[in-house]
């Protein structure tokens, strides 16, 4: 049976869809807030006219990756693990909340596993969690060696430790695949923070762009390179999956033509953003208000970083979907979503 985690999530979602409309029956997936449930069925409704049918296959378990009593439960006859949950935040003030749920919940996650003698696990890591080079133009591969040292972003120091997690597993049993997609596109997820919510904001209009470069793919190449690596004989390796690296001005354009809005005709200067994280940062202390721009993103969107996605191209034979086709598809369901 497998089991997967995060399951009312962007990636979790999709990847249900993928193992219940191939006729996998054998499927449990744990939730935390009956909401978000409705979520997962929308996602569905997408792809299928039997999204009820196909919701109503999956065994769902009302869990916290942090409640191991519940989870020893929840993994009785698991085989397999898909381990998608995961806290997306860049605010700083959120560090701890990042740890609780990154970290120690795939360090619950891994020890079951372990327990559970389970023969495979995936887990979704994230670009964030691979070094960078001091050379922009040179490629990041699955290689690059992570520095401490450097000014990482809260989300990205906690992917990191759960990574290190899995690997501590893997010395100690379990057979396990990391994947390490760049930013994912997707459709039924506007307002959670992701990838939907650029579609949200760019669709409302944005005054800005940016000329920083990182890796963009859909979230069908993600599903499907984790199926294919826990299907295969693989184990105790990582791979970045991006299918190709943009400007976030190339991006916005492409995305802005796709919703048929104006694009940002703006750049930001590097002086701009330092001060709107300075300004985000004294709001915070001032006035409580929640952090949406922080000093390590600010420096993000406006640096470039190269991934090489050779790995996994060479390994399965992989082939990634252009992203010119994911914009226009996730577009096509955000604009319907708007009726």
Not at 10 to 22: A, E, I, P, T
Not at 264 to 277: Q, V
Not at 305 to 329: A, G, H, M, Q, W
Request: glycine share 6%; charged share 20%; aromatic share 10%.
């Amino acid at each position: 049976m497998i089991l997967v985690t995060g399951g009312t999530g962007l990636v979790g979602s999709h990847l249900l869809y993928k193992l219940v409309s191939n006729n996998n029956n054998n499927v449990k997936a744990i939730y935390r807030r009956q909401h978000t449930l409705e979520r997962v069925k929308h996602v569905f409704s997408y792809y299928s006219n039997q999204a009820e049918n196909l919701f109503n296959s999956i065994e769902w378990i009302e869990a916290n990756i942090n409640d191991v009593p519940k989870l020893e439960v929840v993994f009785k006859d698991i085989t397999h693990v898909y381990h998608c949950a995961a806290f997306v935040s860049f605010e700083p003030n959120k560090y701890y909340e990042l740890r609780k749920i990154n970290i120690e919940g795939t360090a619950n996650i891994v020890n079951l596993c372990i327990t559970n003698q389970i023969k495979k696990l995936c887990y979704i890591s994230s670009i964030a969690a691979i070094g960078h080079h001091s050379n922009p133009e040179q490629l990041i591969s699955e290689t690059t060696s992570w520095n401490p040292e450097d000014d990482n972003s809260v989300y990205a120091i906690t992917k990191y430790g759960a990574e290190m997690e899995v690997w501590r597993g893997t010395q100690e049993g379990v057979n396990a695949v990391v994947v390490n997609p760049g930013i994912i596109l997707g459709p039924g997820f506007w307002k959670s923070g992701g990838s939907g919510s650029l579609f949200k904001k760019i669709y409302s209009g944005l005054k800005y762009y940016t000329n920083g470069v990182s890796g963009y793919v859909d979230v069908w190449n993600v599903v499907d390179a984790m199926c294919e690596l826990m299907s295969s004989k693989i184990q105790n390796e990582r791979f970045i999956l991006v299918s190709e690296n943009l400007s976030f001005n190339d991006f916005q354009k492409s995305v802005s033509k796709a919703l048929n809005v104006k694009p940002a005709k703006k750049e930001a200067s590097s002086l701009l953003l330092e001060l709107a994280w300075r300004l985000d940062w004294l709001s915070h202390k001032l006035l409580g208000k929640r952090r949406r721009f922080s000093k390590q993103l600010a420096k993000s969107v406006r640096s470039k970083t190269i991934y090489d996605n050779t790995k996994i191209k060479k390994v399965l034979d992989f082939e990634f979907n252009p992203i010119d086709k994911s914009i226009s598809k996730t577009a096509g369901f955000f604009l319907k979503d708007q009726n």
